[in-house]
């Protein structure tokens, strides 16, 4: 069963405009909440992770920020986005047993014009 | 740092041959590896993992991995191939810095042909 969601699925913002996406967890409490982006429909990078509410570690340095205003909601942010901001973002989580591996949301295609 | 690496961008195999996906791997401690897939436009799904244990790891849909530490190596591989299979495939490693975090390799393009 999905437990993750993300929204919106697909998005289409001009360059300078602002980003929100959001990603939120069911079920489940203080988890480890993760933002990747794939670039190019190939490889994942780490963007941020988050321990805990306003918990944030930025993994790269970049035009983009994150927030976790609460337990289950990680949310994806920039003020102006780039042409570079472009790609497919994934929400993970560490799942209900903790056992390493992560669990992913559908993602939200993000393209900027 | 940890580091994983897929040296095959695709992979083409004949529907009921068997396949395997290349993976390497580099860590200075134990490794946590792990083998996902992903369809089109969709997010990423968990097959396998080894952590500890036999090295042949089995997962979801028939797919299983060996782990082999001298080779440094975390191979993908199932018996017979479907059509279905057809996907991008990665392997990542658990990062050594803490915060259950995952390095993914560049992944590997699976095509099964009738």
């Known amino acids: 069963s999905q437990t993750i969601h993300q929204w919106p699925a697909t998005l289409v913002q001009p360059v300078g405009s602002p980003l929100s996406l959001e990603c939120t967890v069911e079920g489940t409490s203080n988890p480890n909440l993760y933002w990747y982006r794939q670039a190019a429909g190939r490889g994942l990078q780490l963007l941020f992770y988050s321990v805990g509410i306003g918990q944030i570690s930025s993994e790269v340095p970049q035009n983009l920020s994150a927030s976790r205003p609460q337990d289950r909601q990680f949310i994806l942010s920039s003020k102006k986005l780039l042409l570079s901001d472009s790609g497919f973002y994934l929400c993970?989580?560490?799942?209900?047993?903790?056992?390493?591996?992560?669990?992913f949301g559908e993602g939200s295609r993000l393209t900027v014009l | 740092a940890q580091s994983v690496a897929q040296p095959e961008d695709q992979v083409n195999v004949a529907e009921g041959n068997p396949l395997t996906v290349k993976c390497t791997y580099s860590v200075s401690g134990n490794p946590y590896l792990f083998w996902y897939v992903q369809y089109p436009n969709r997010g990423l799904q968990f097959l396998l993992k080894y952590i500890t244990g036999d090295n042949l790891v089995k997962g979801s849909y028939g797919f299983e991995a060996e782990f082999n530490k001298s080779q440094t190596s975390f191979h993908l591989k199932k018996p017979s191939a479907l059509v279905s299979d057809s996907a991008l495939y990665f392997c990542?490693?658990?990062?050594?810095?803490?915060?259950?975090?995952?390095?993914f390799g560049t992944g590997t393009q699976l095509k099964v042909e009738l």
């Open positions: 990542a490693v658990r990062d050594e810095g803490g915060g259950n975090k995952l390095t």
């Open positions: 993970a989580w560490n799942g209900h047993l903790n056992t390493g591996e992560l669990f």
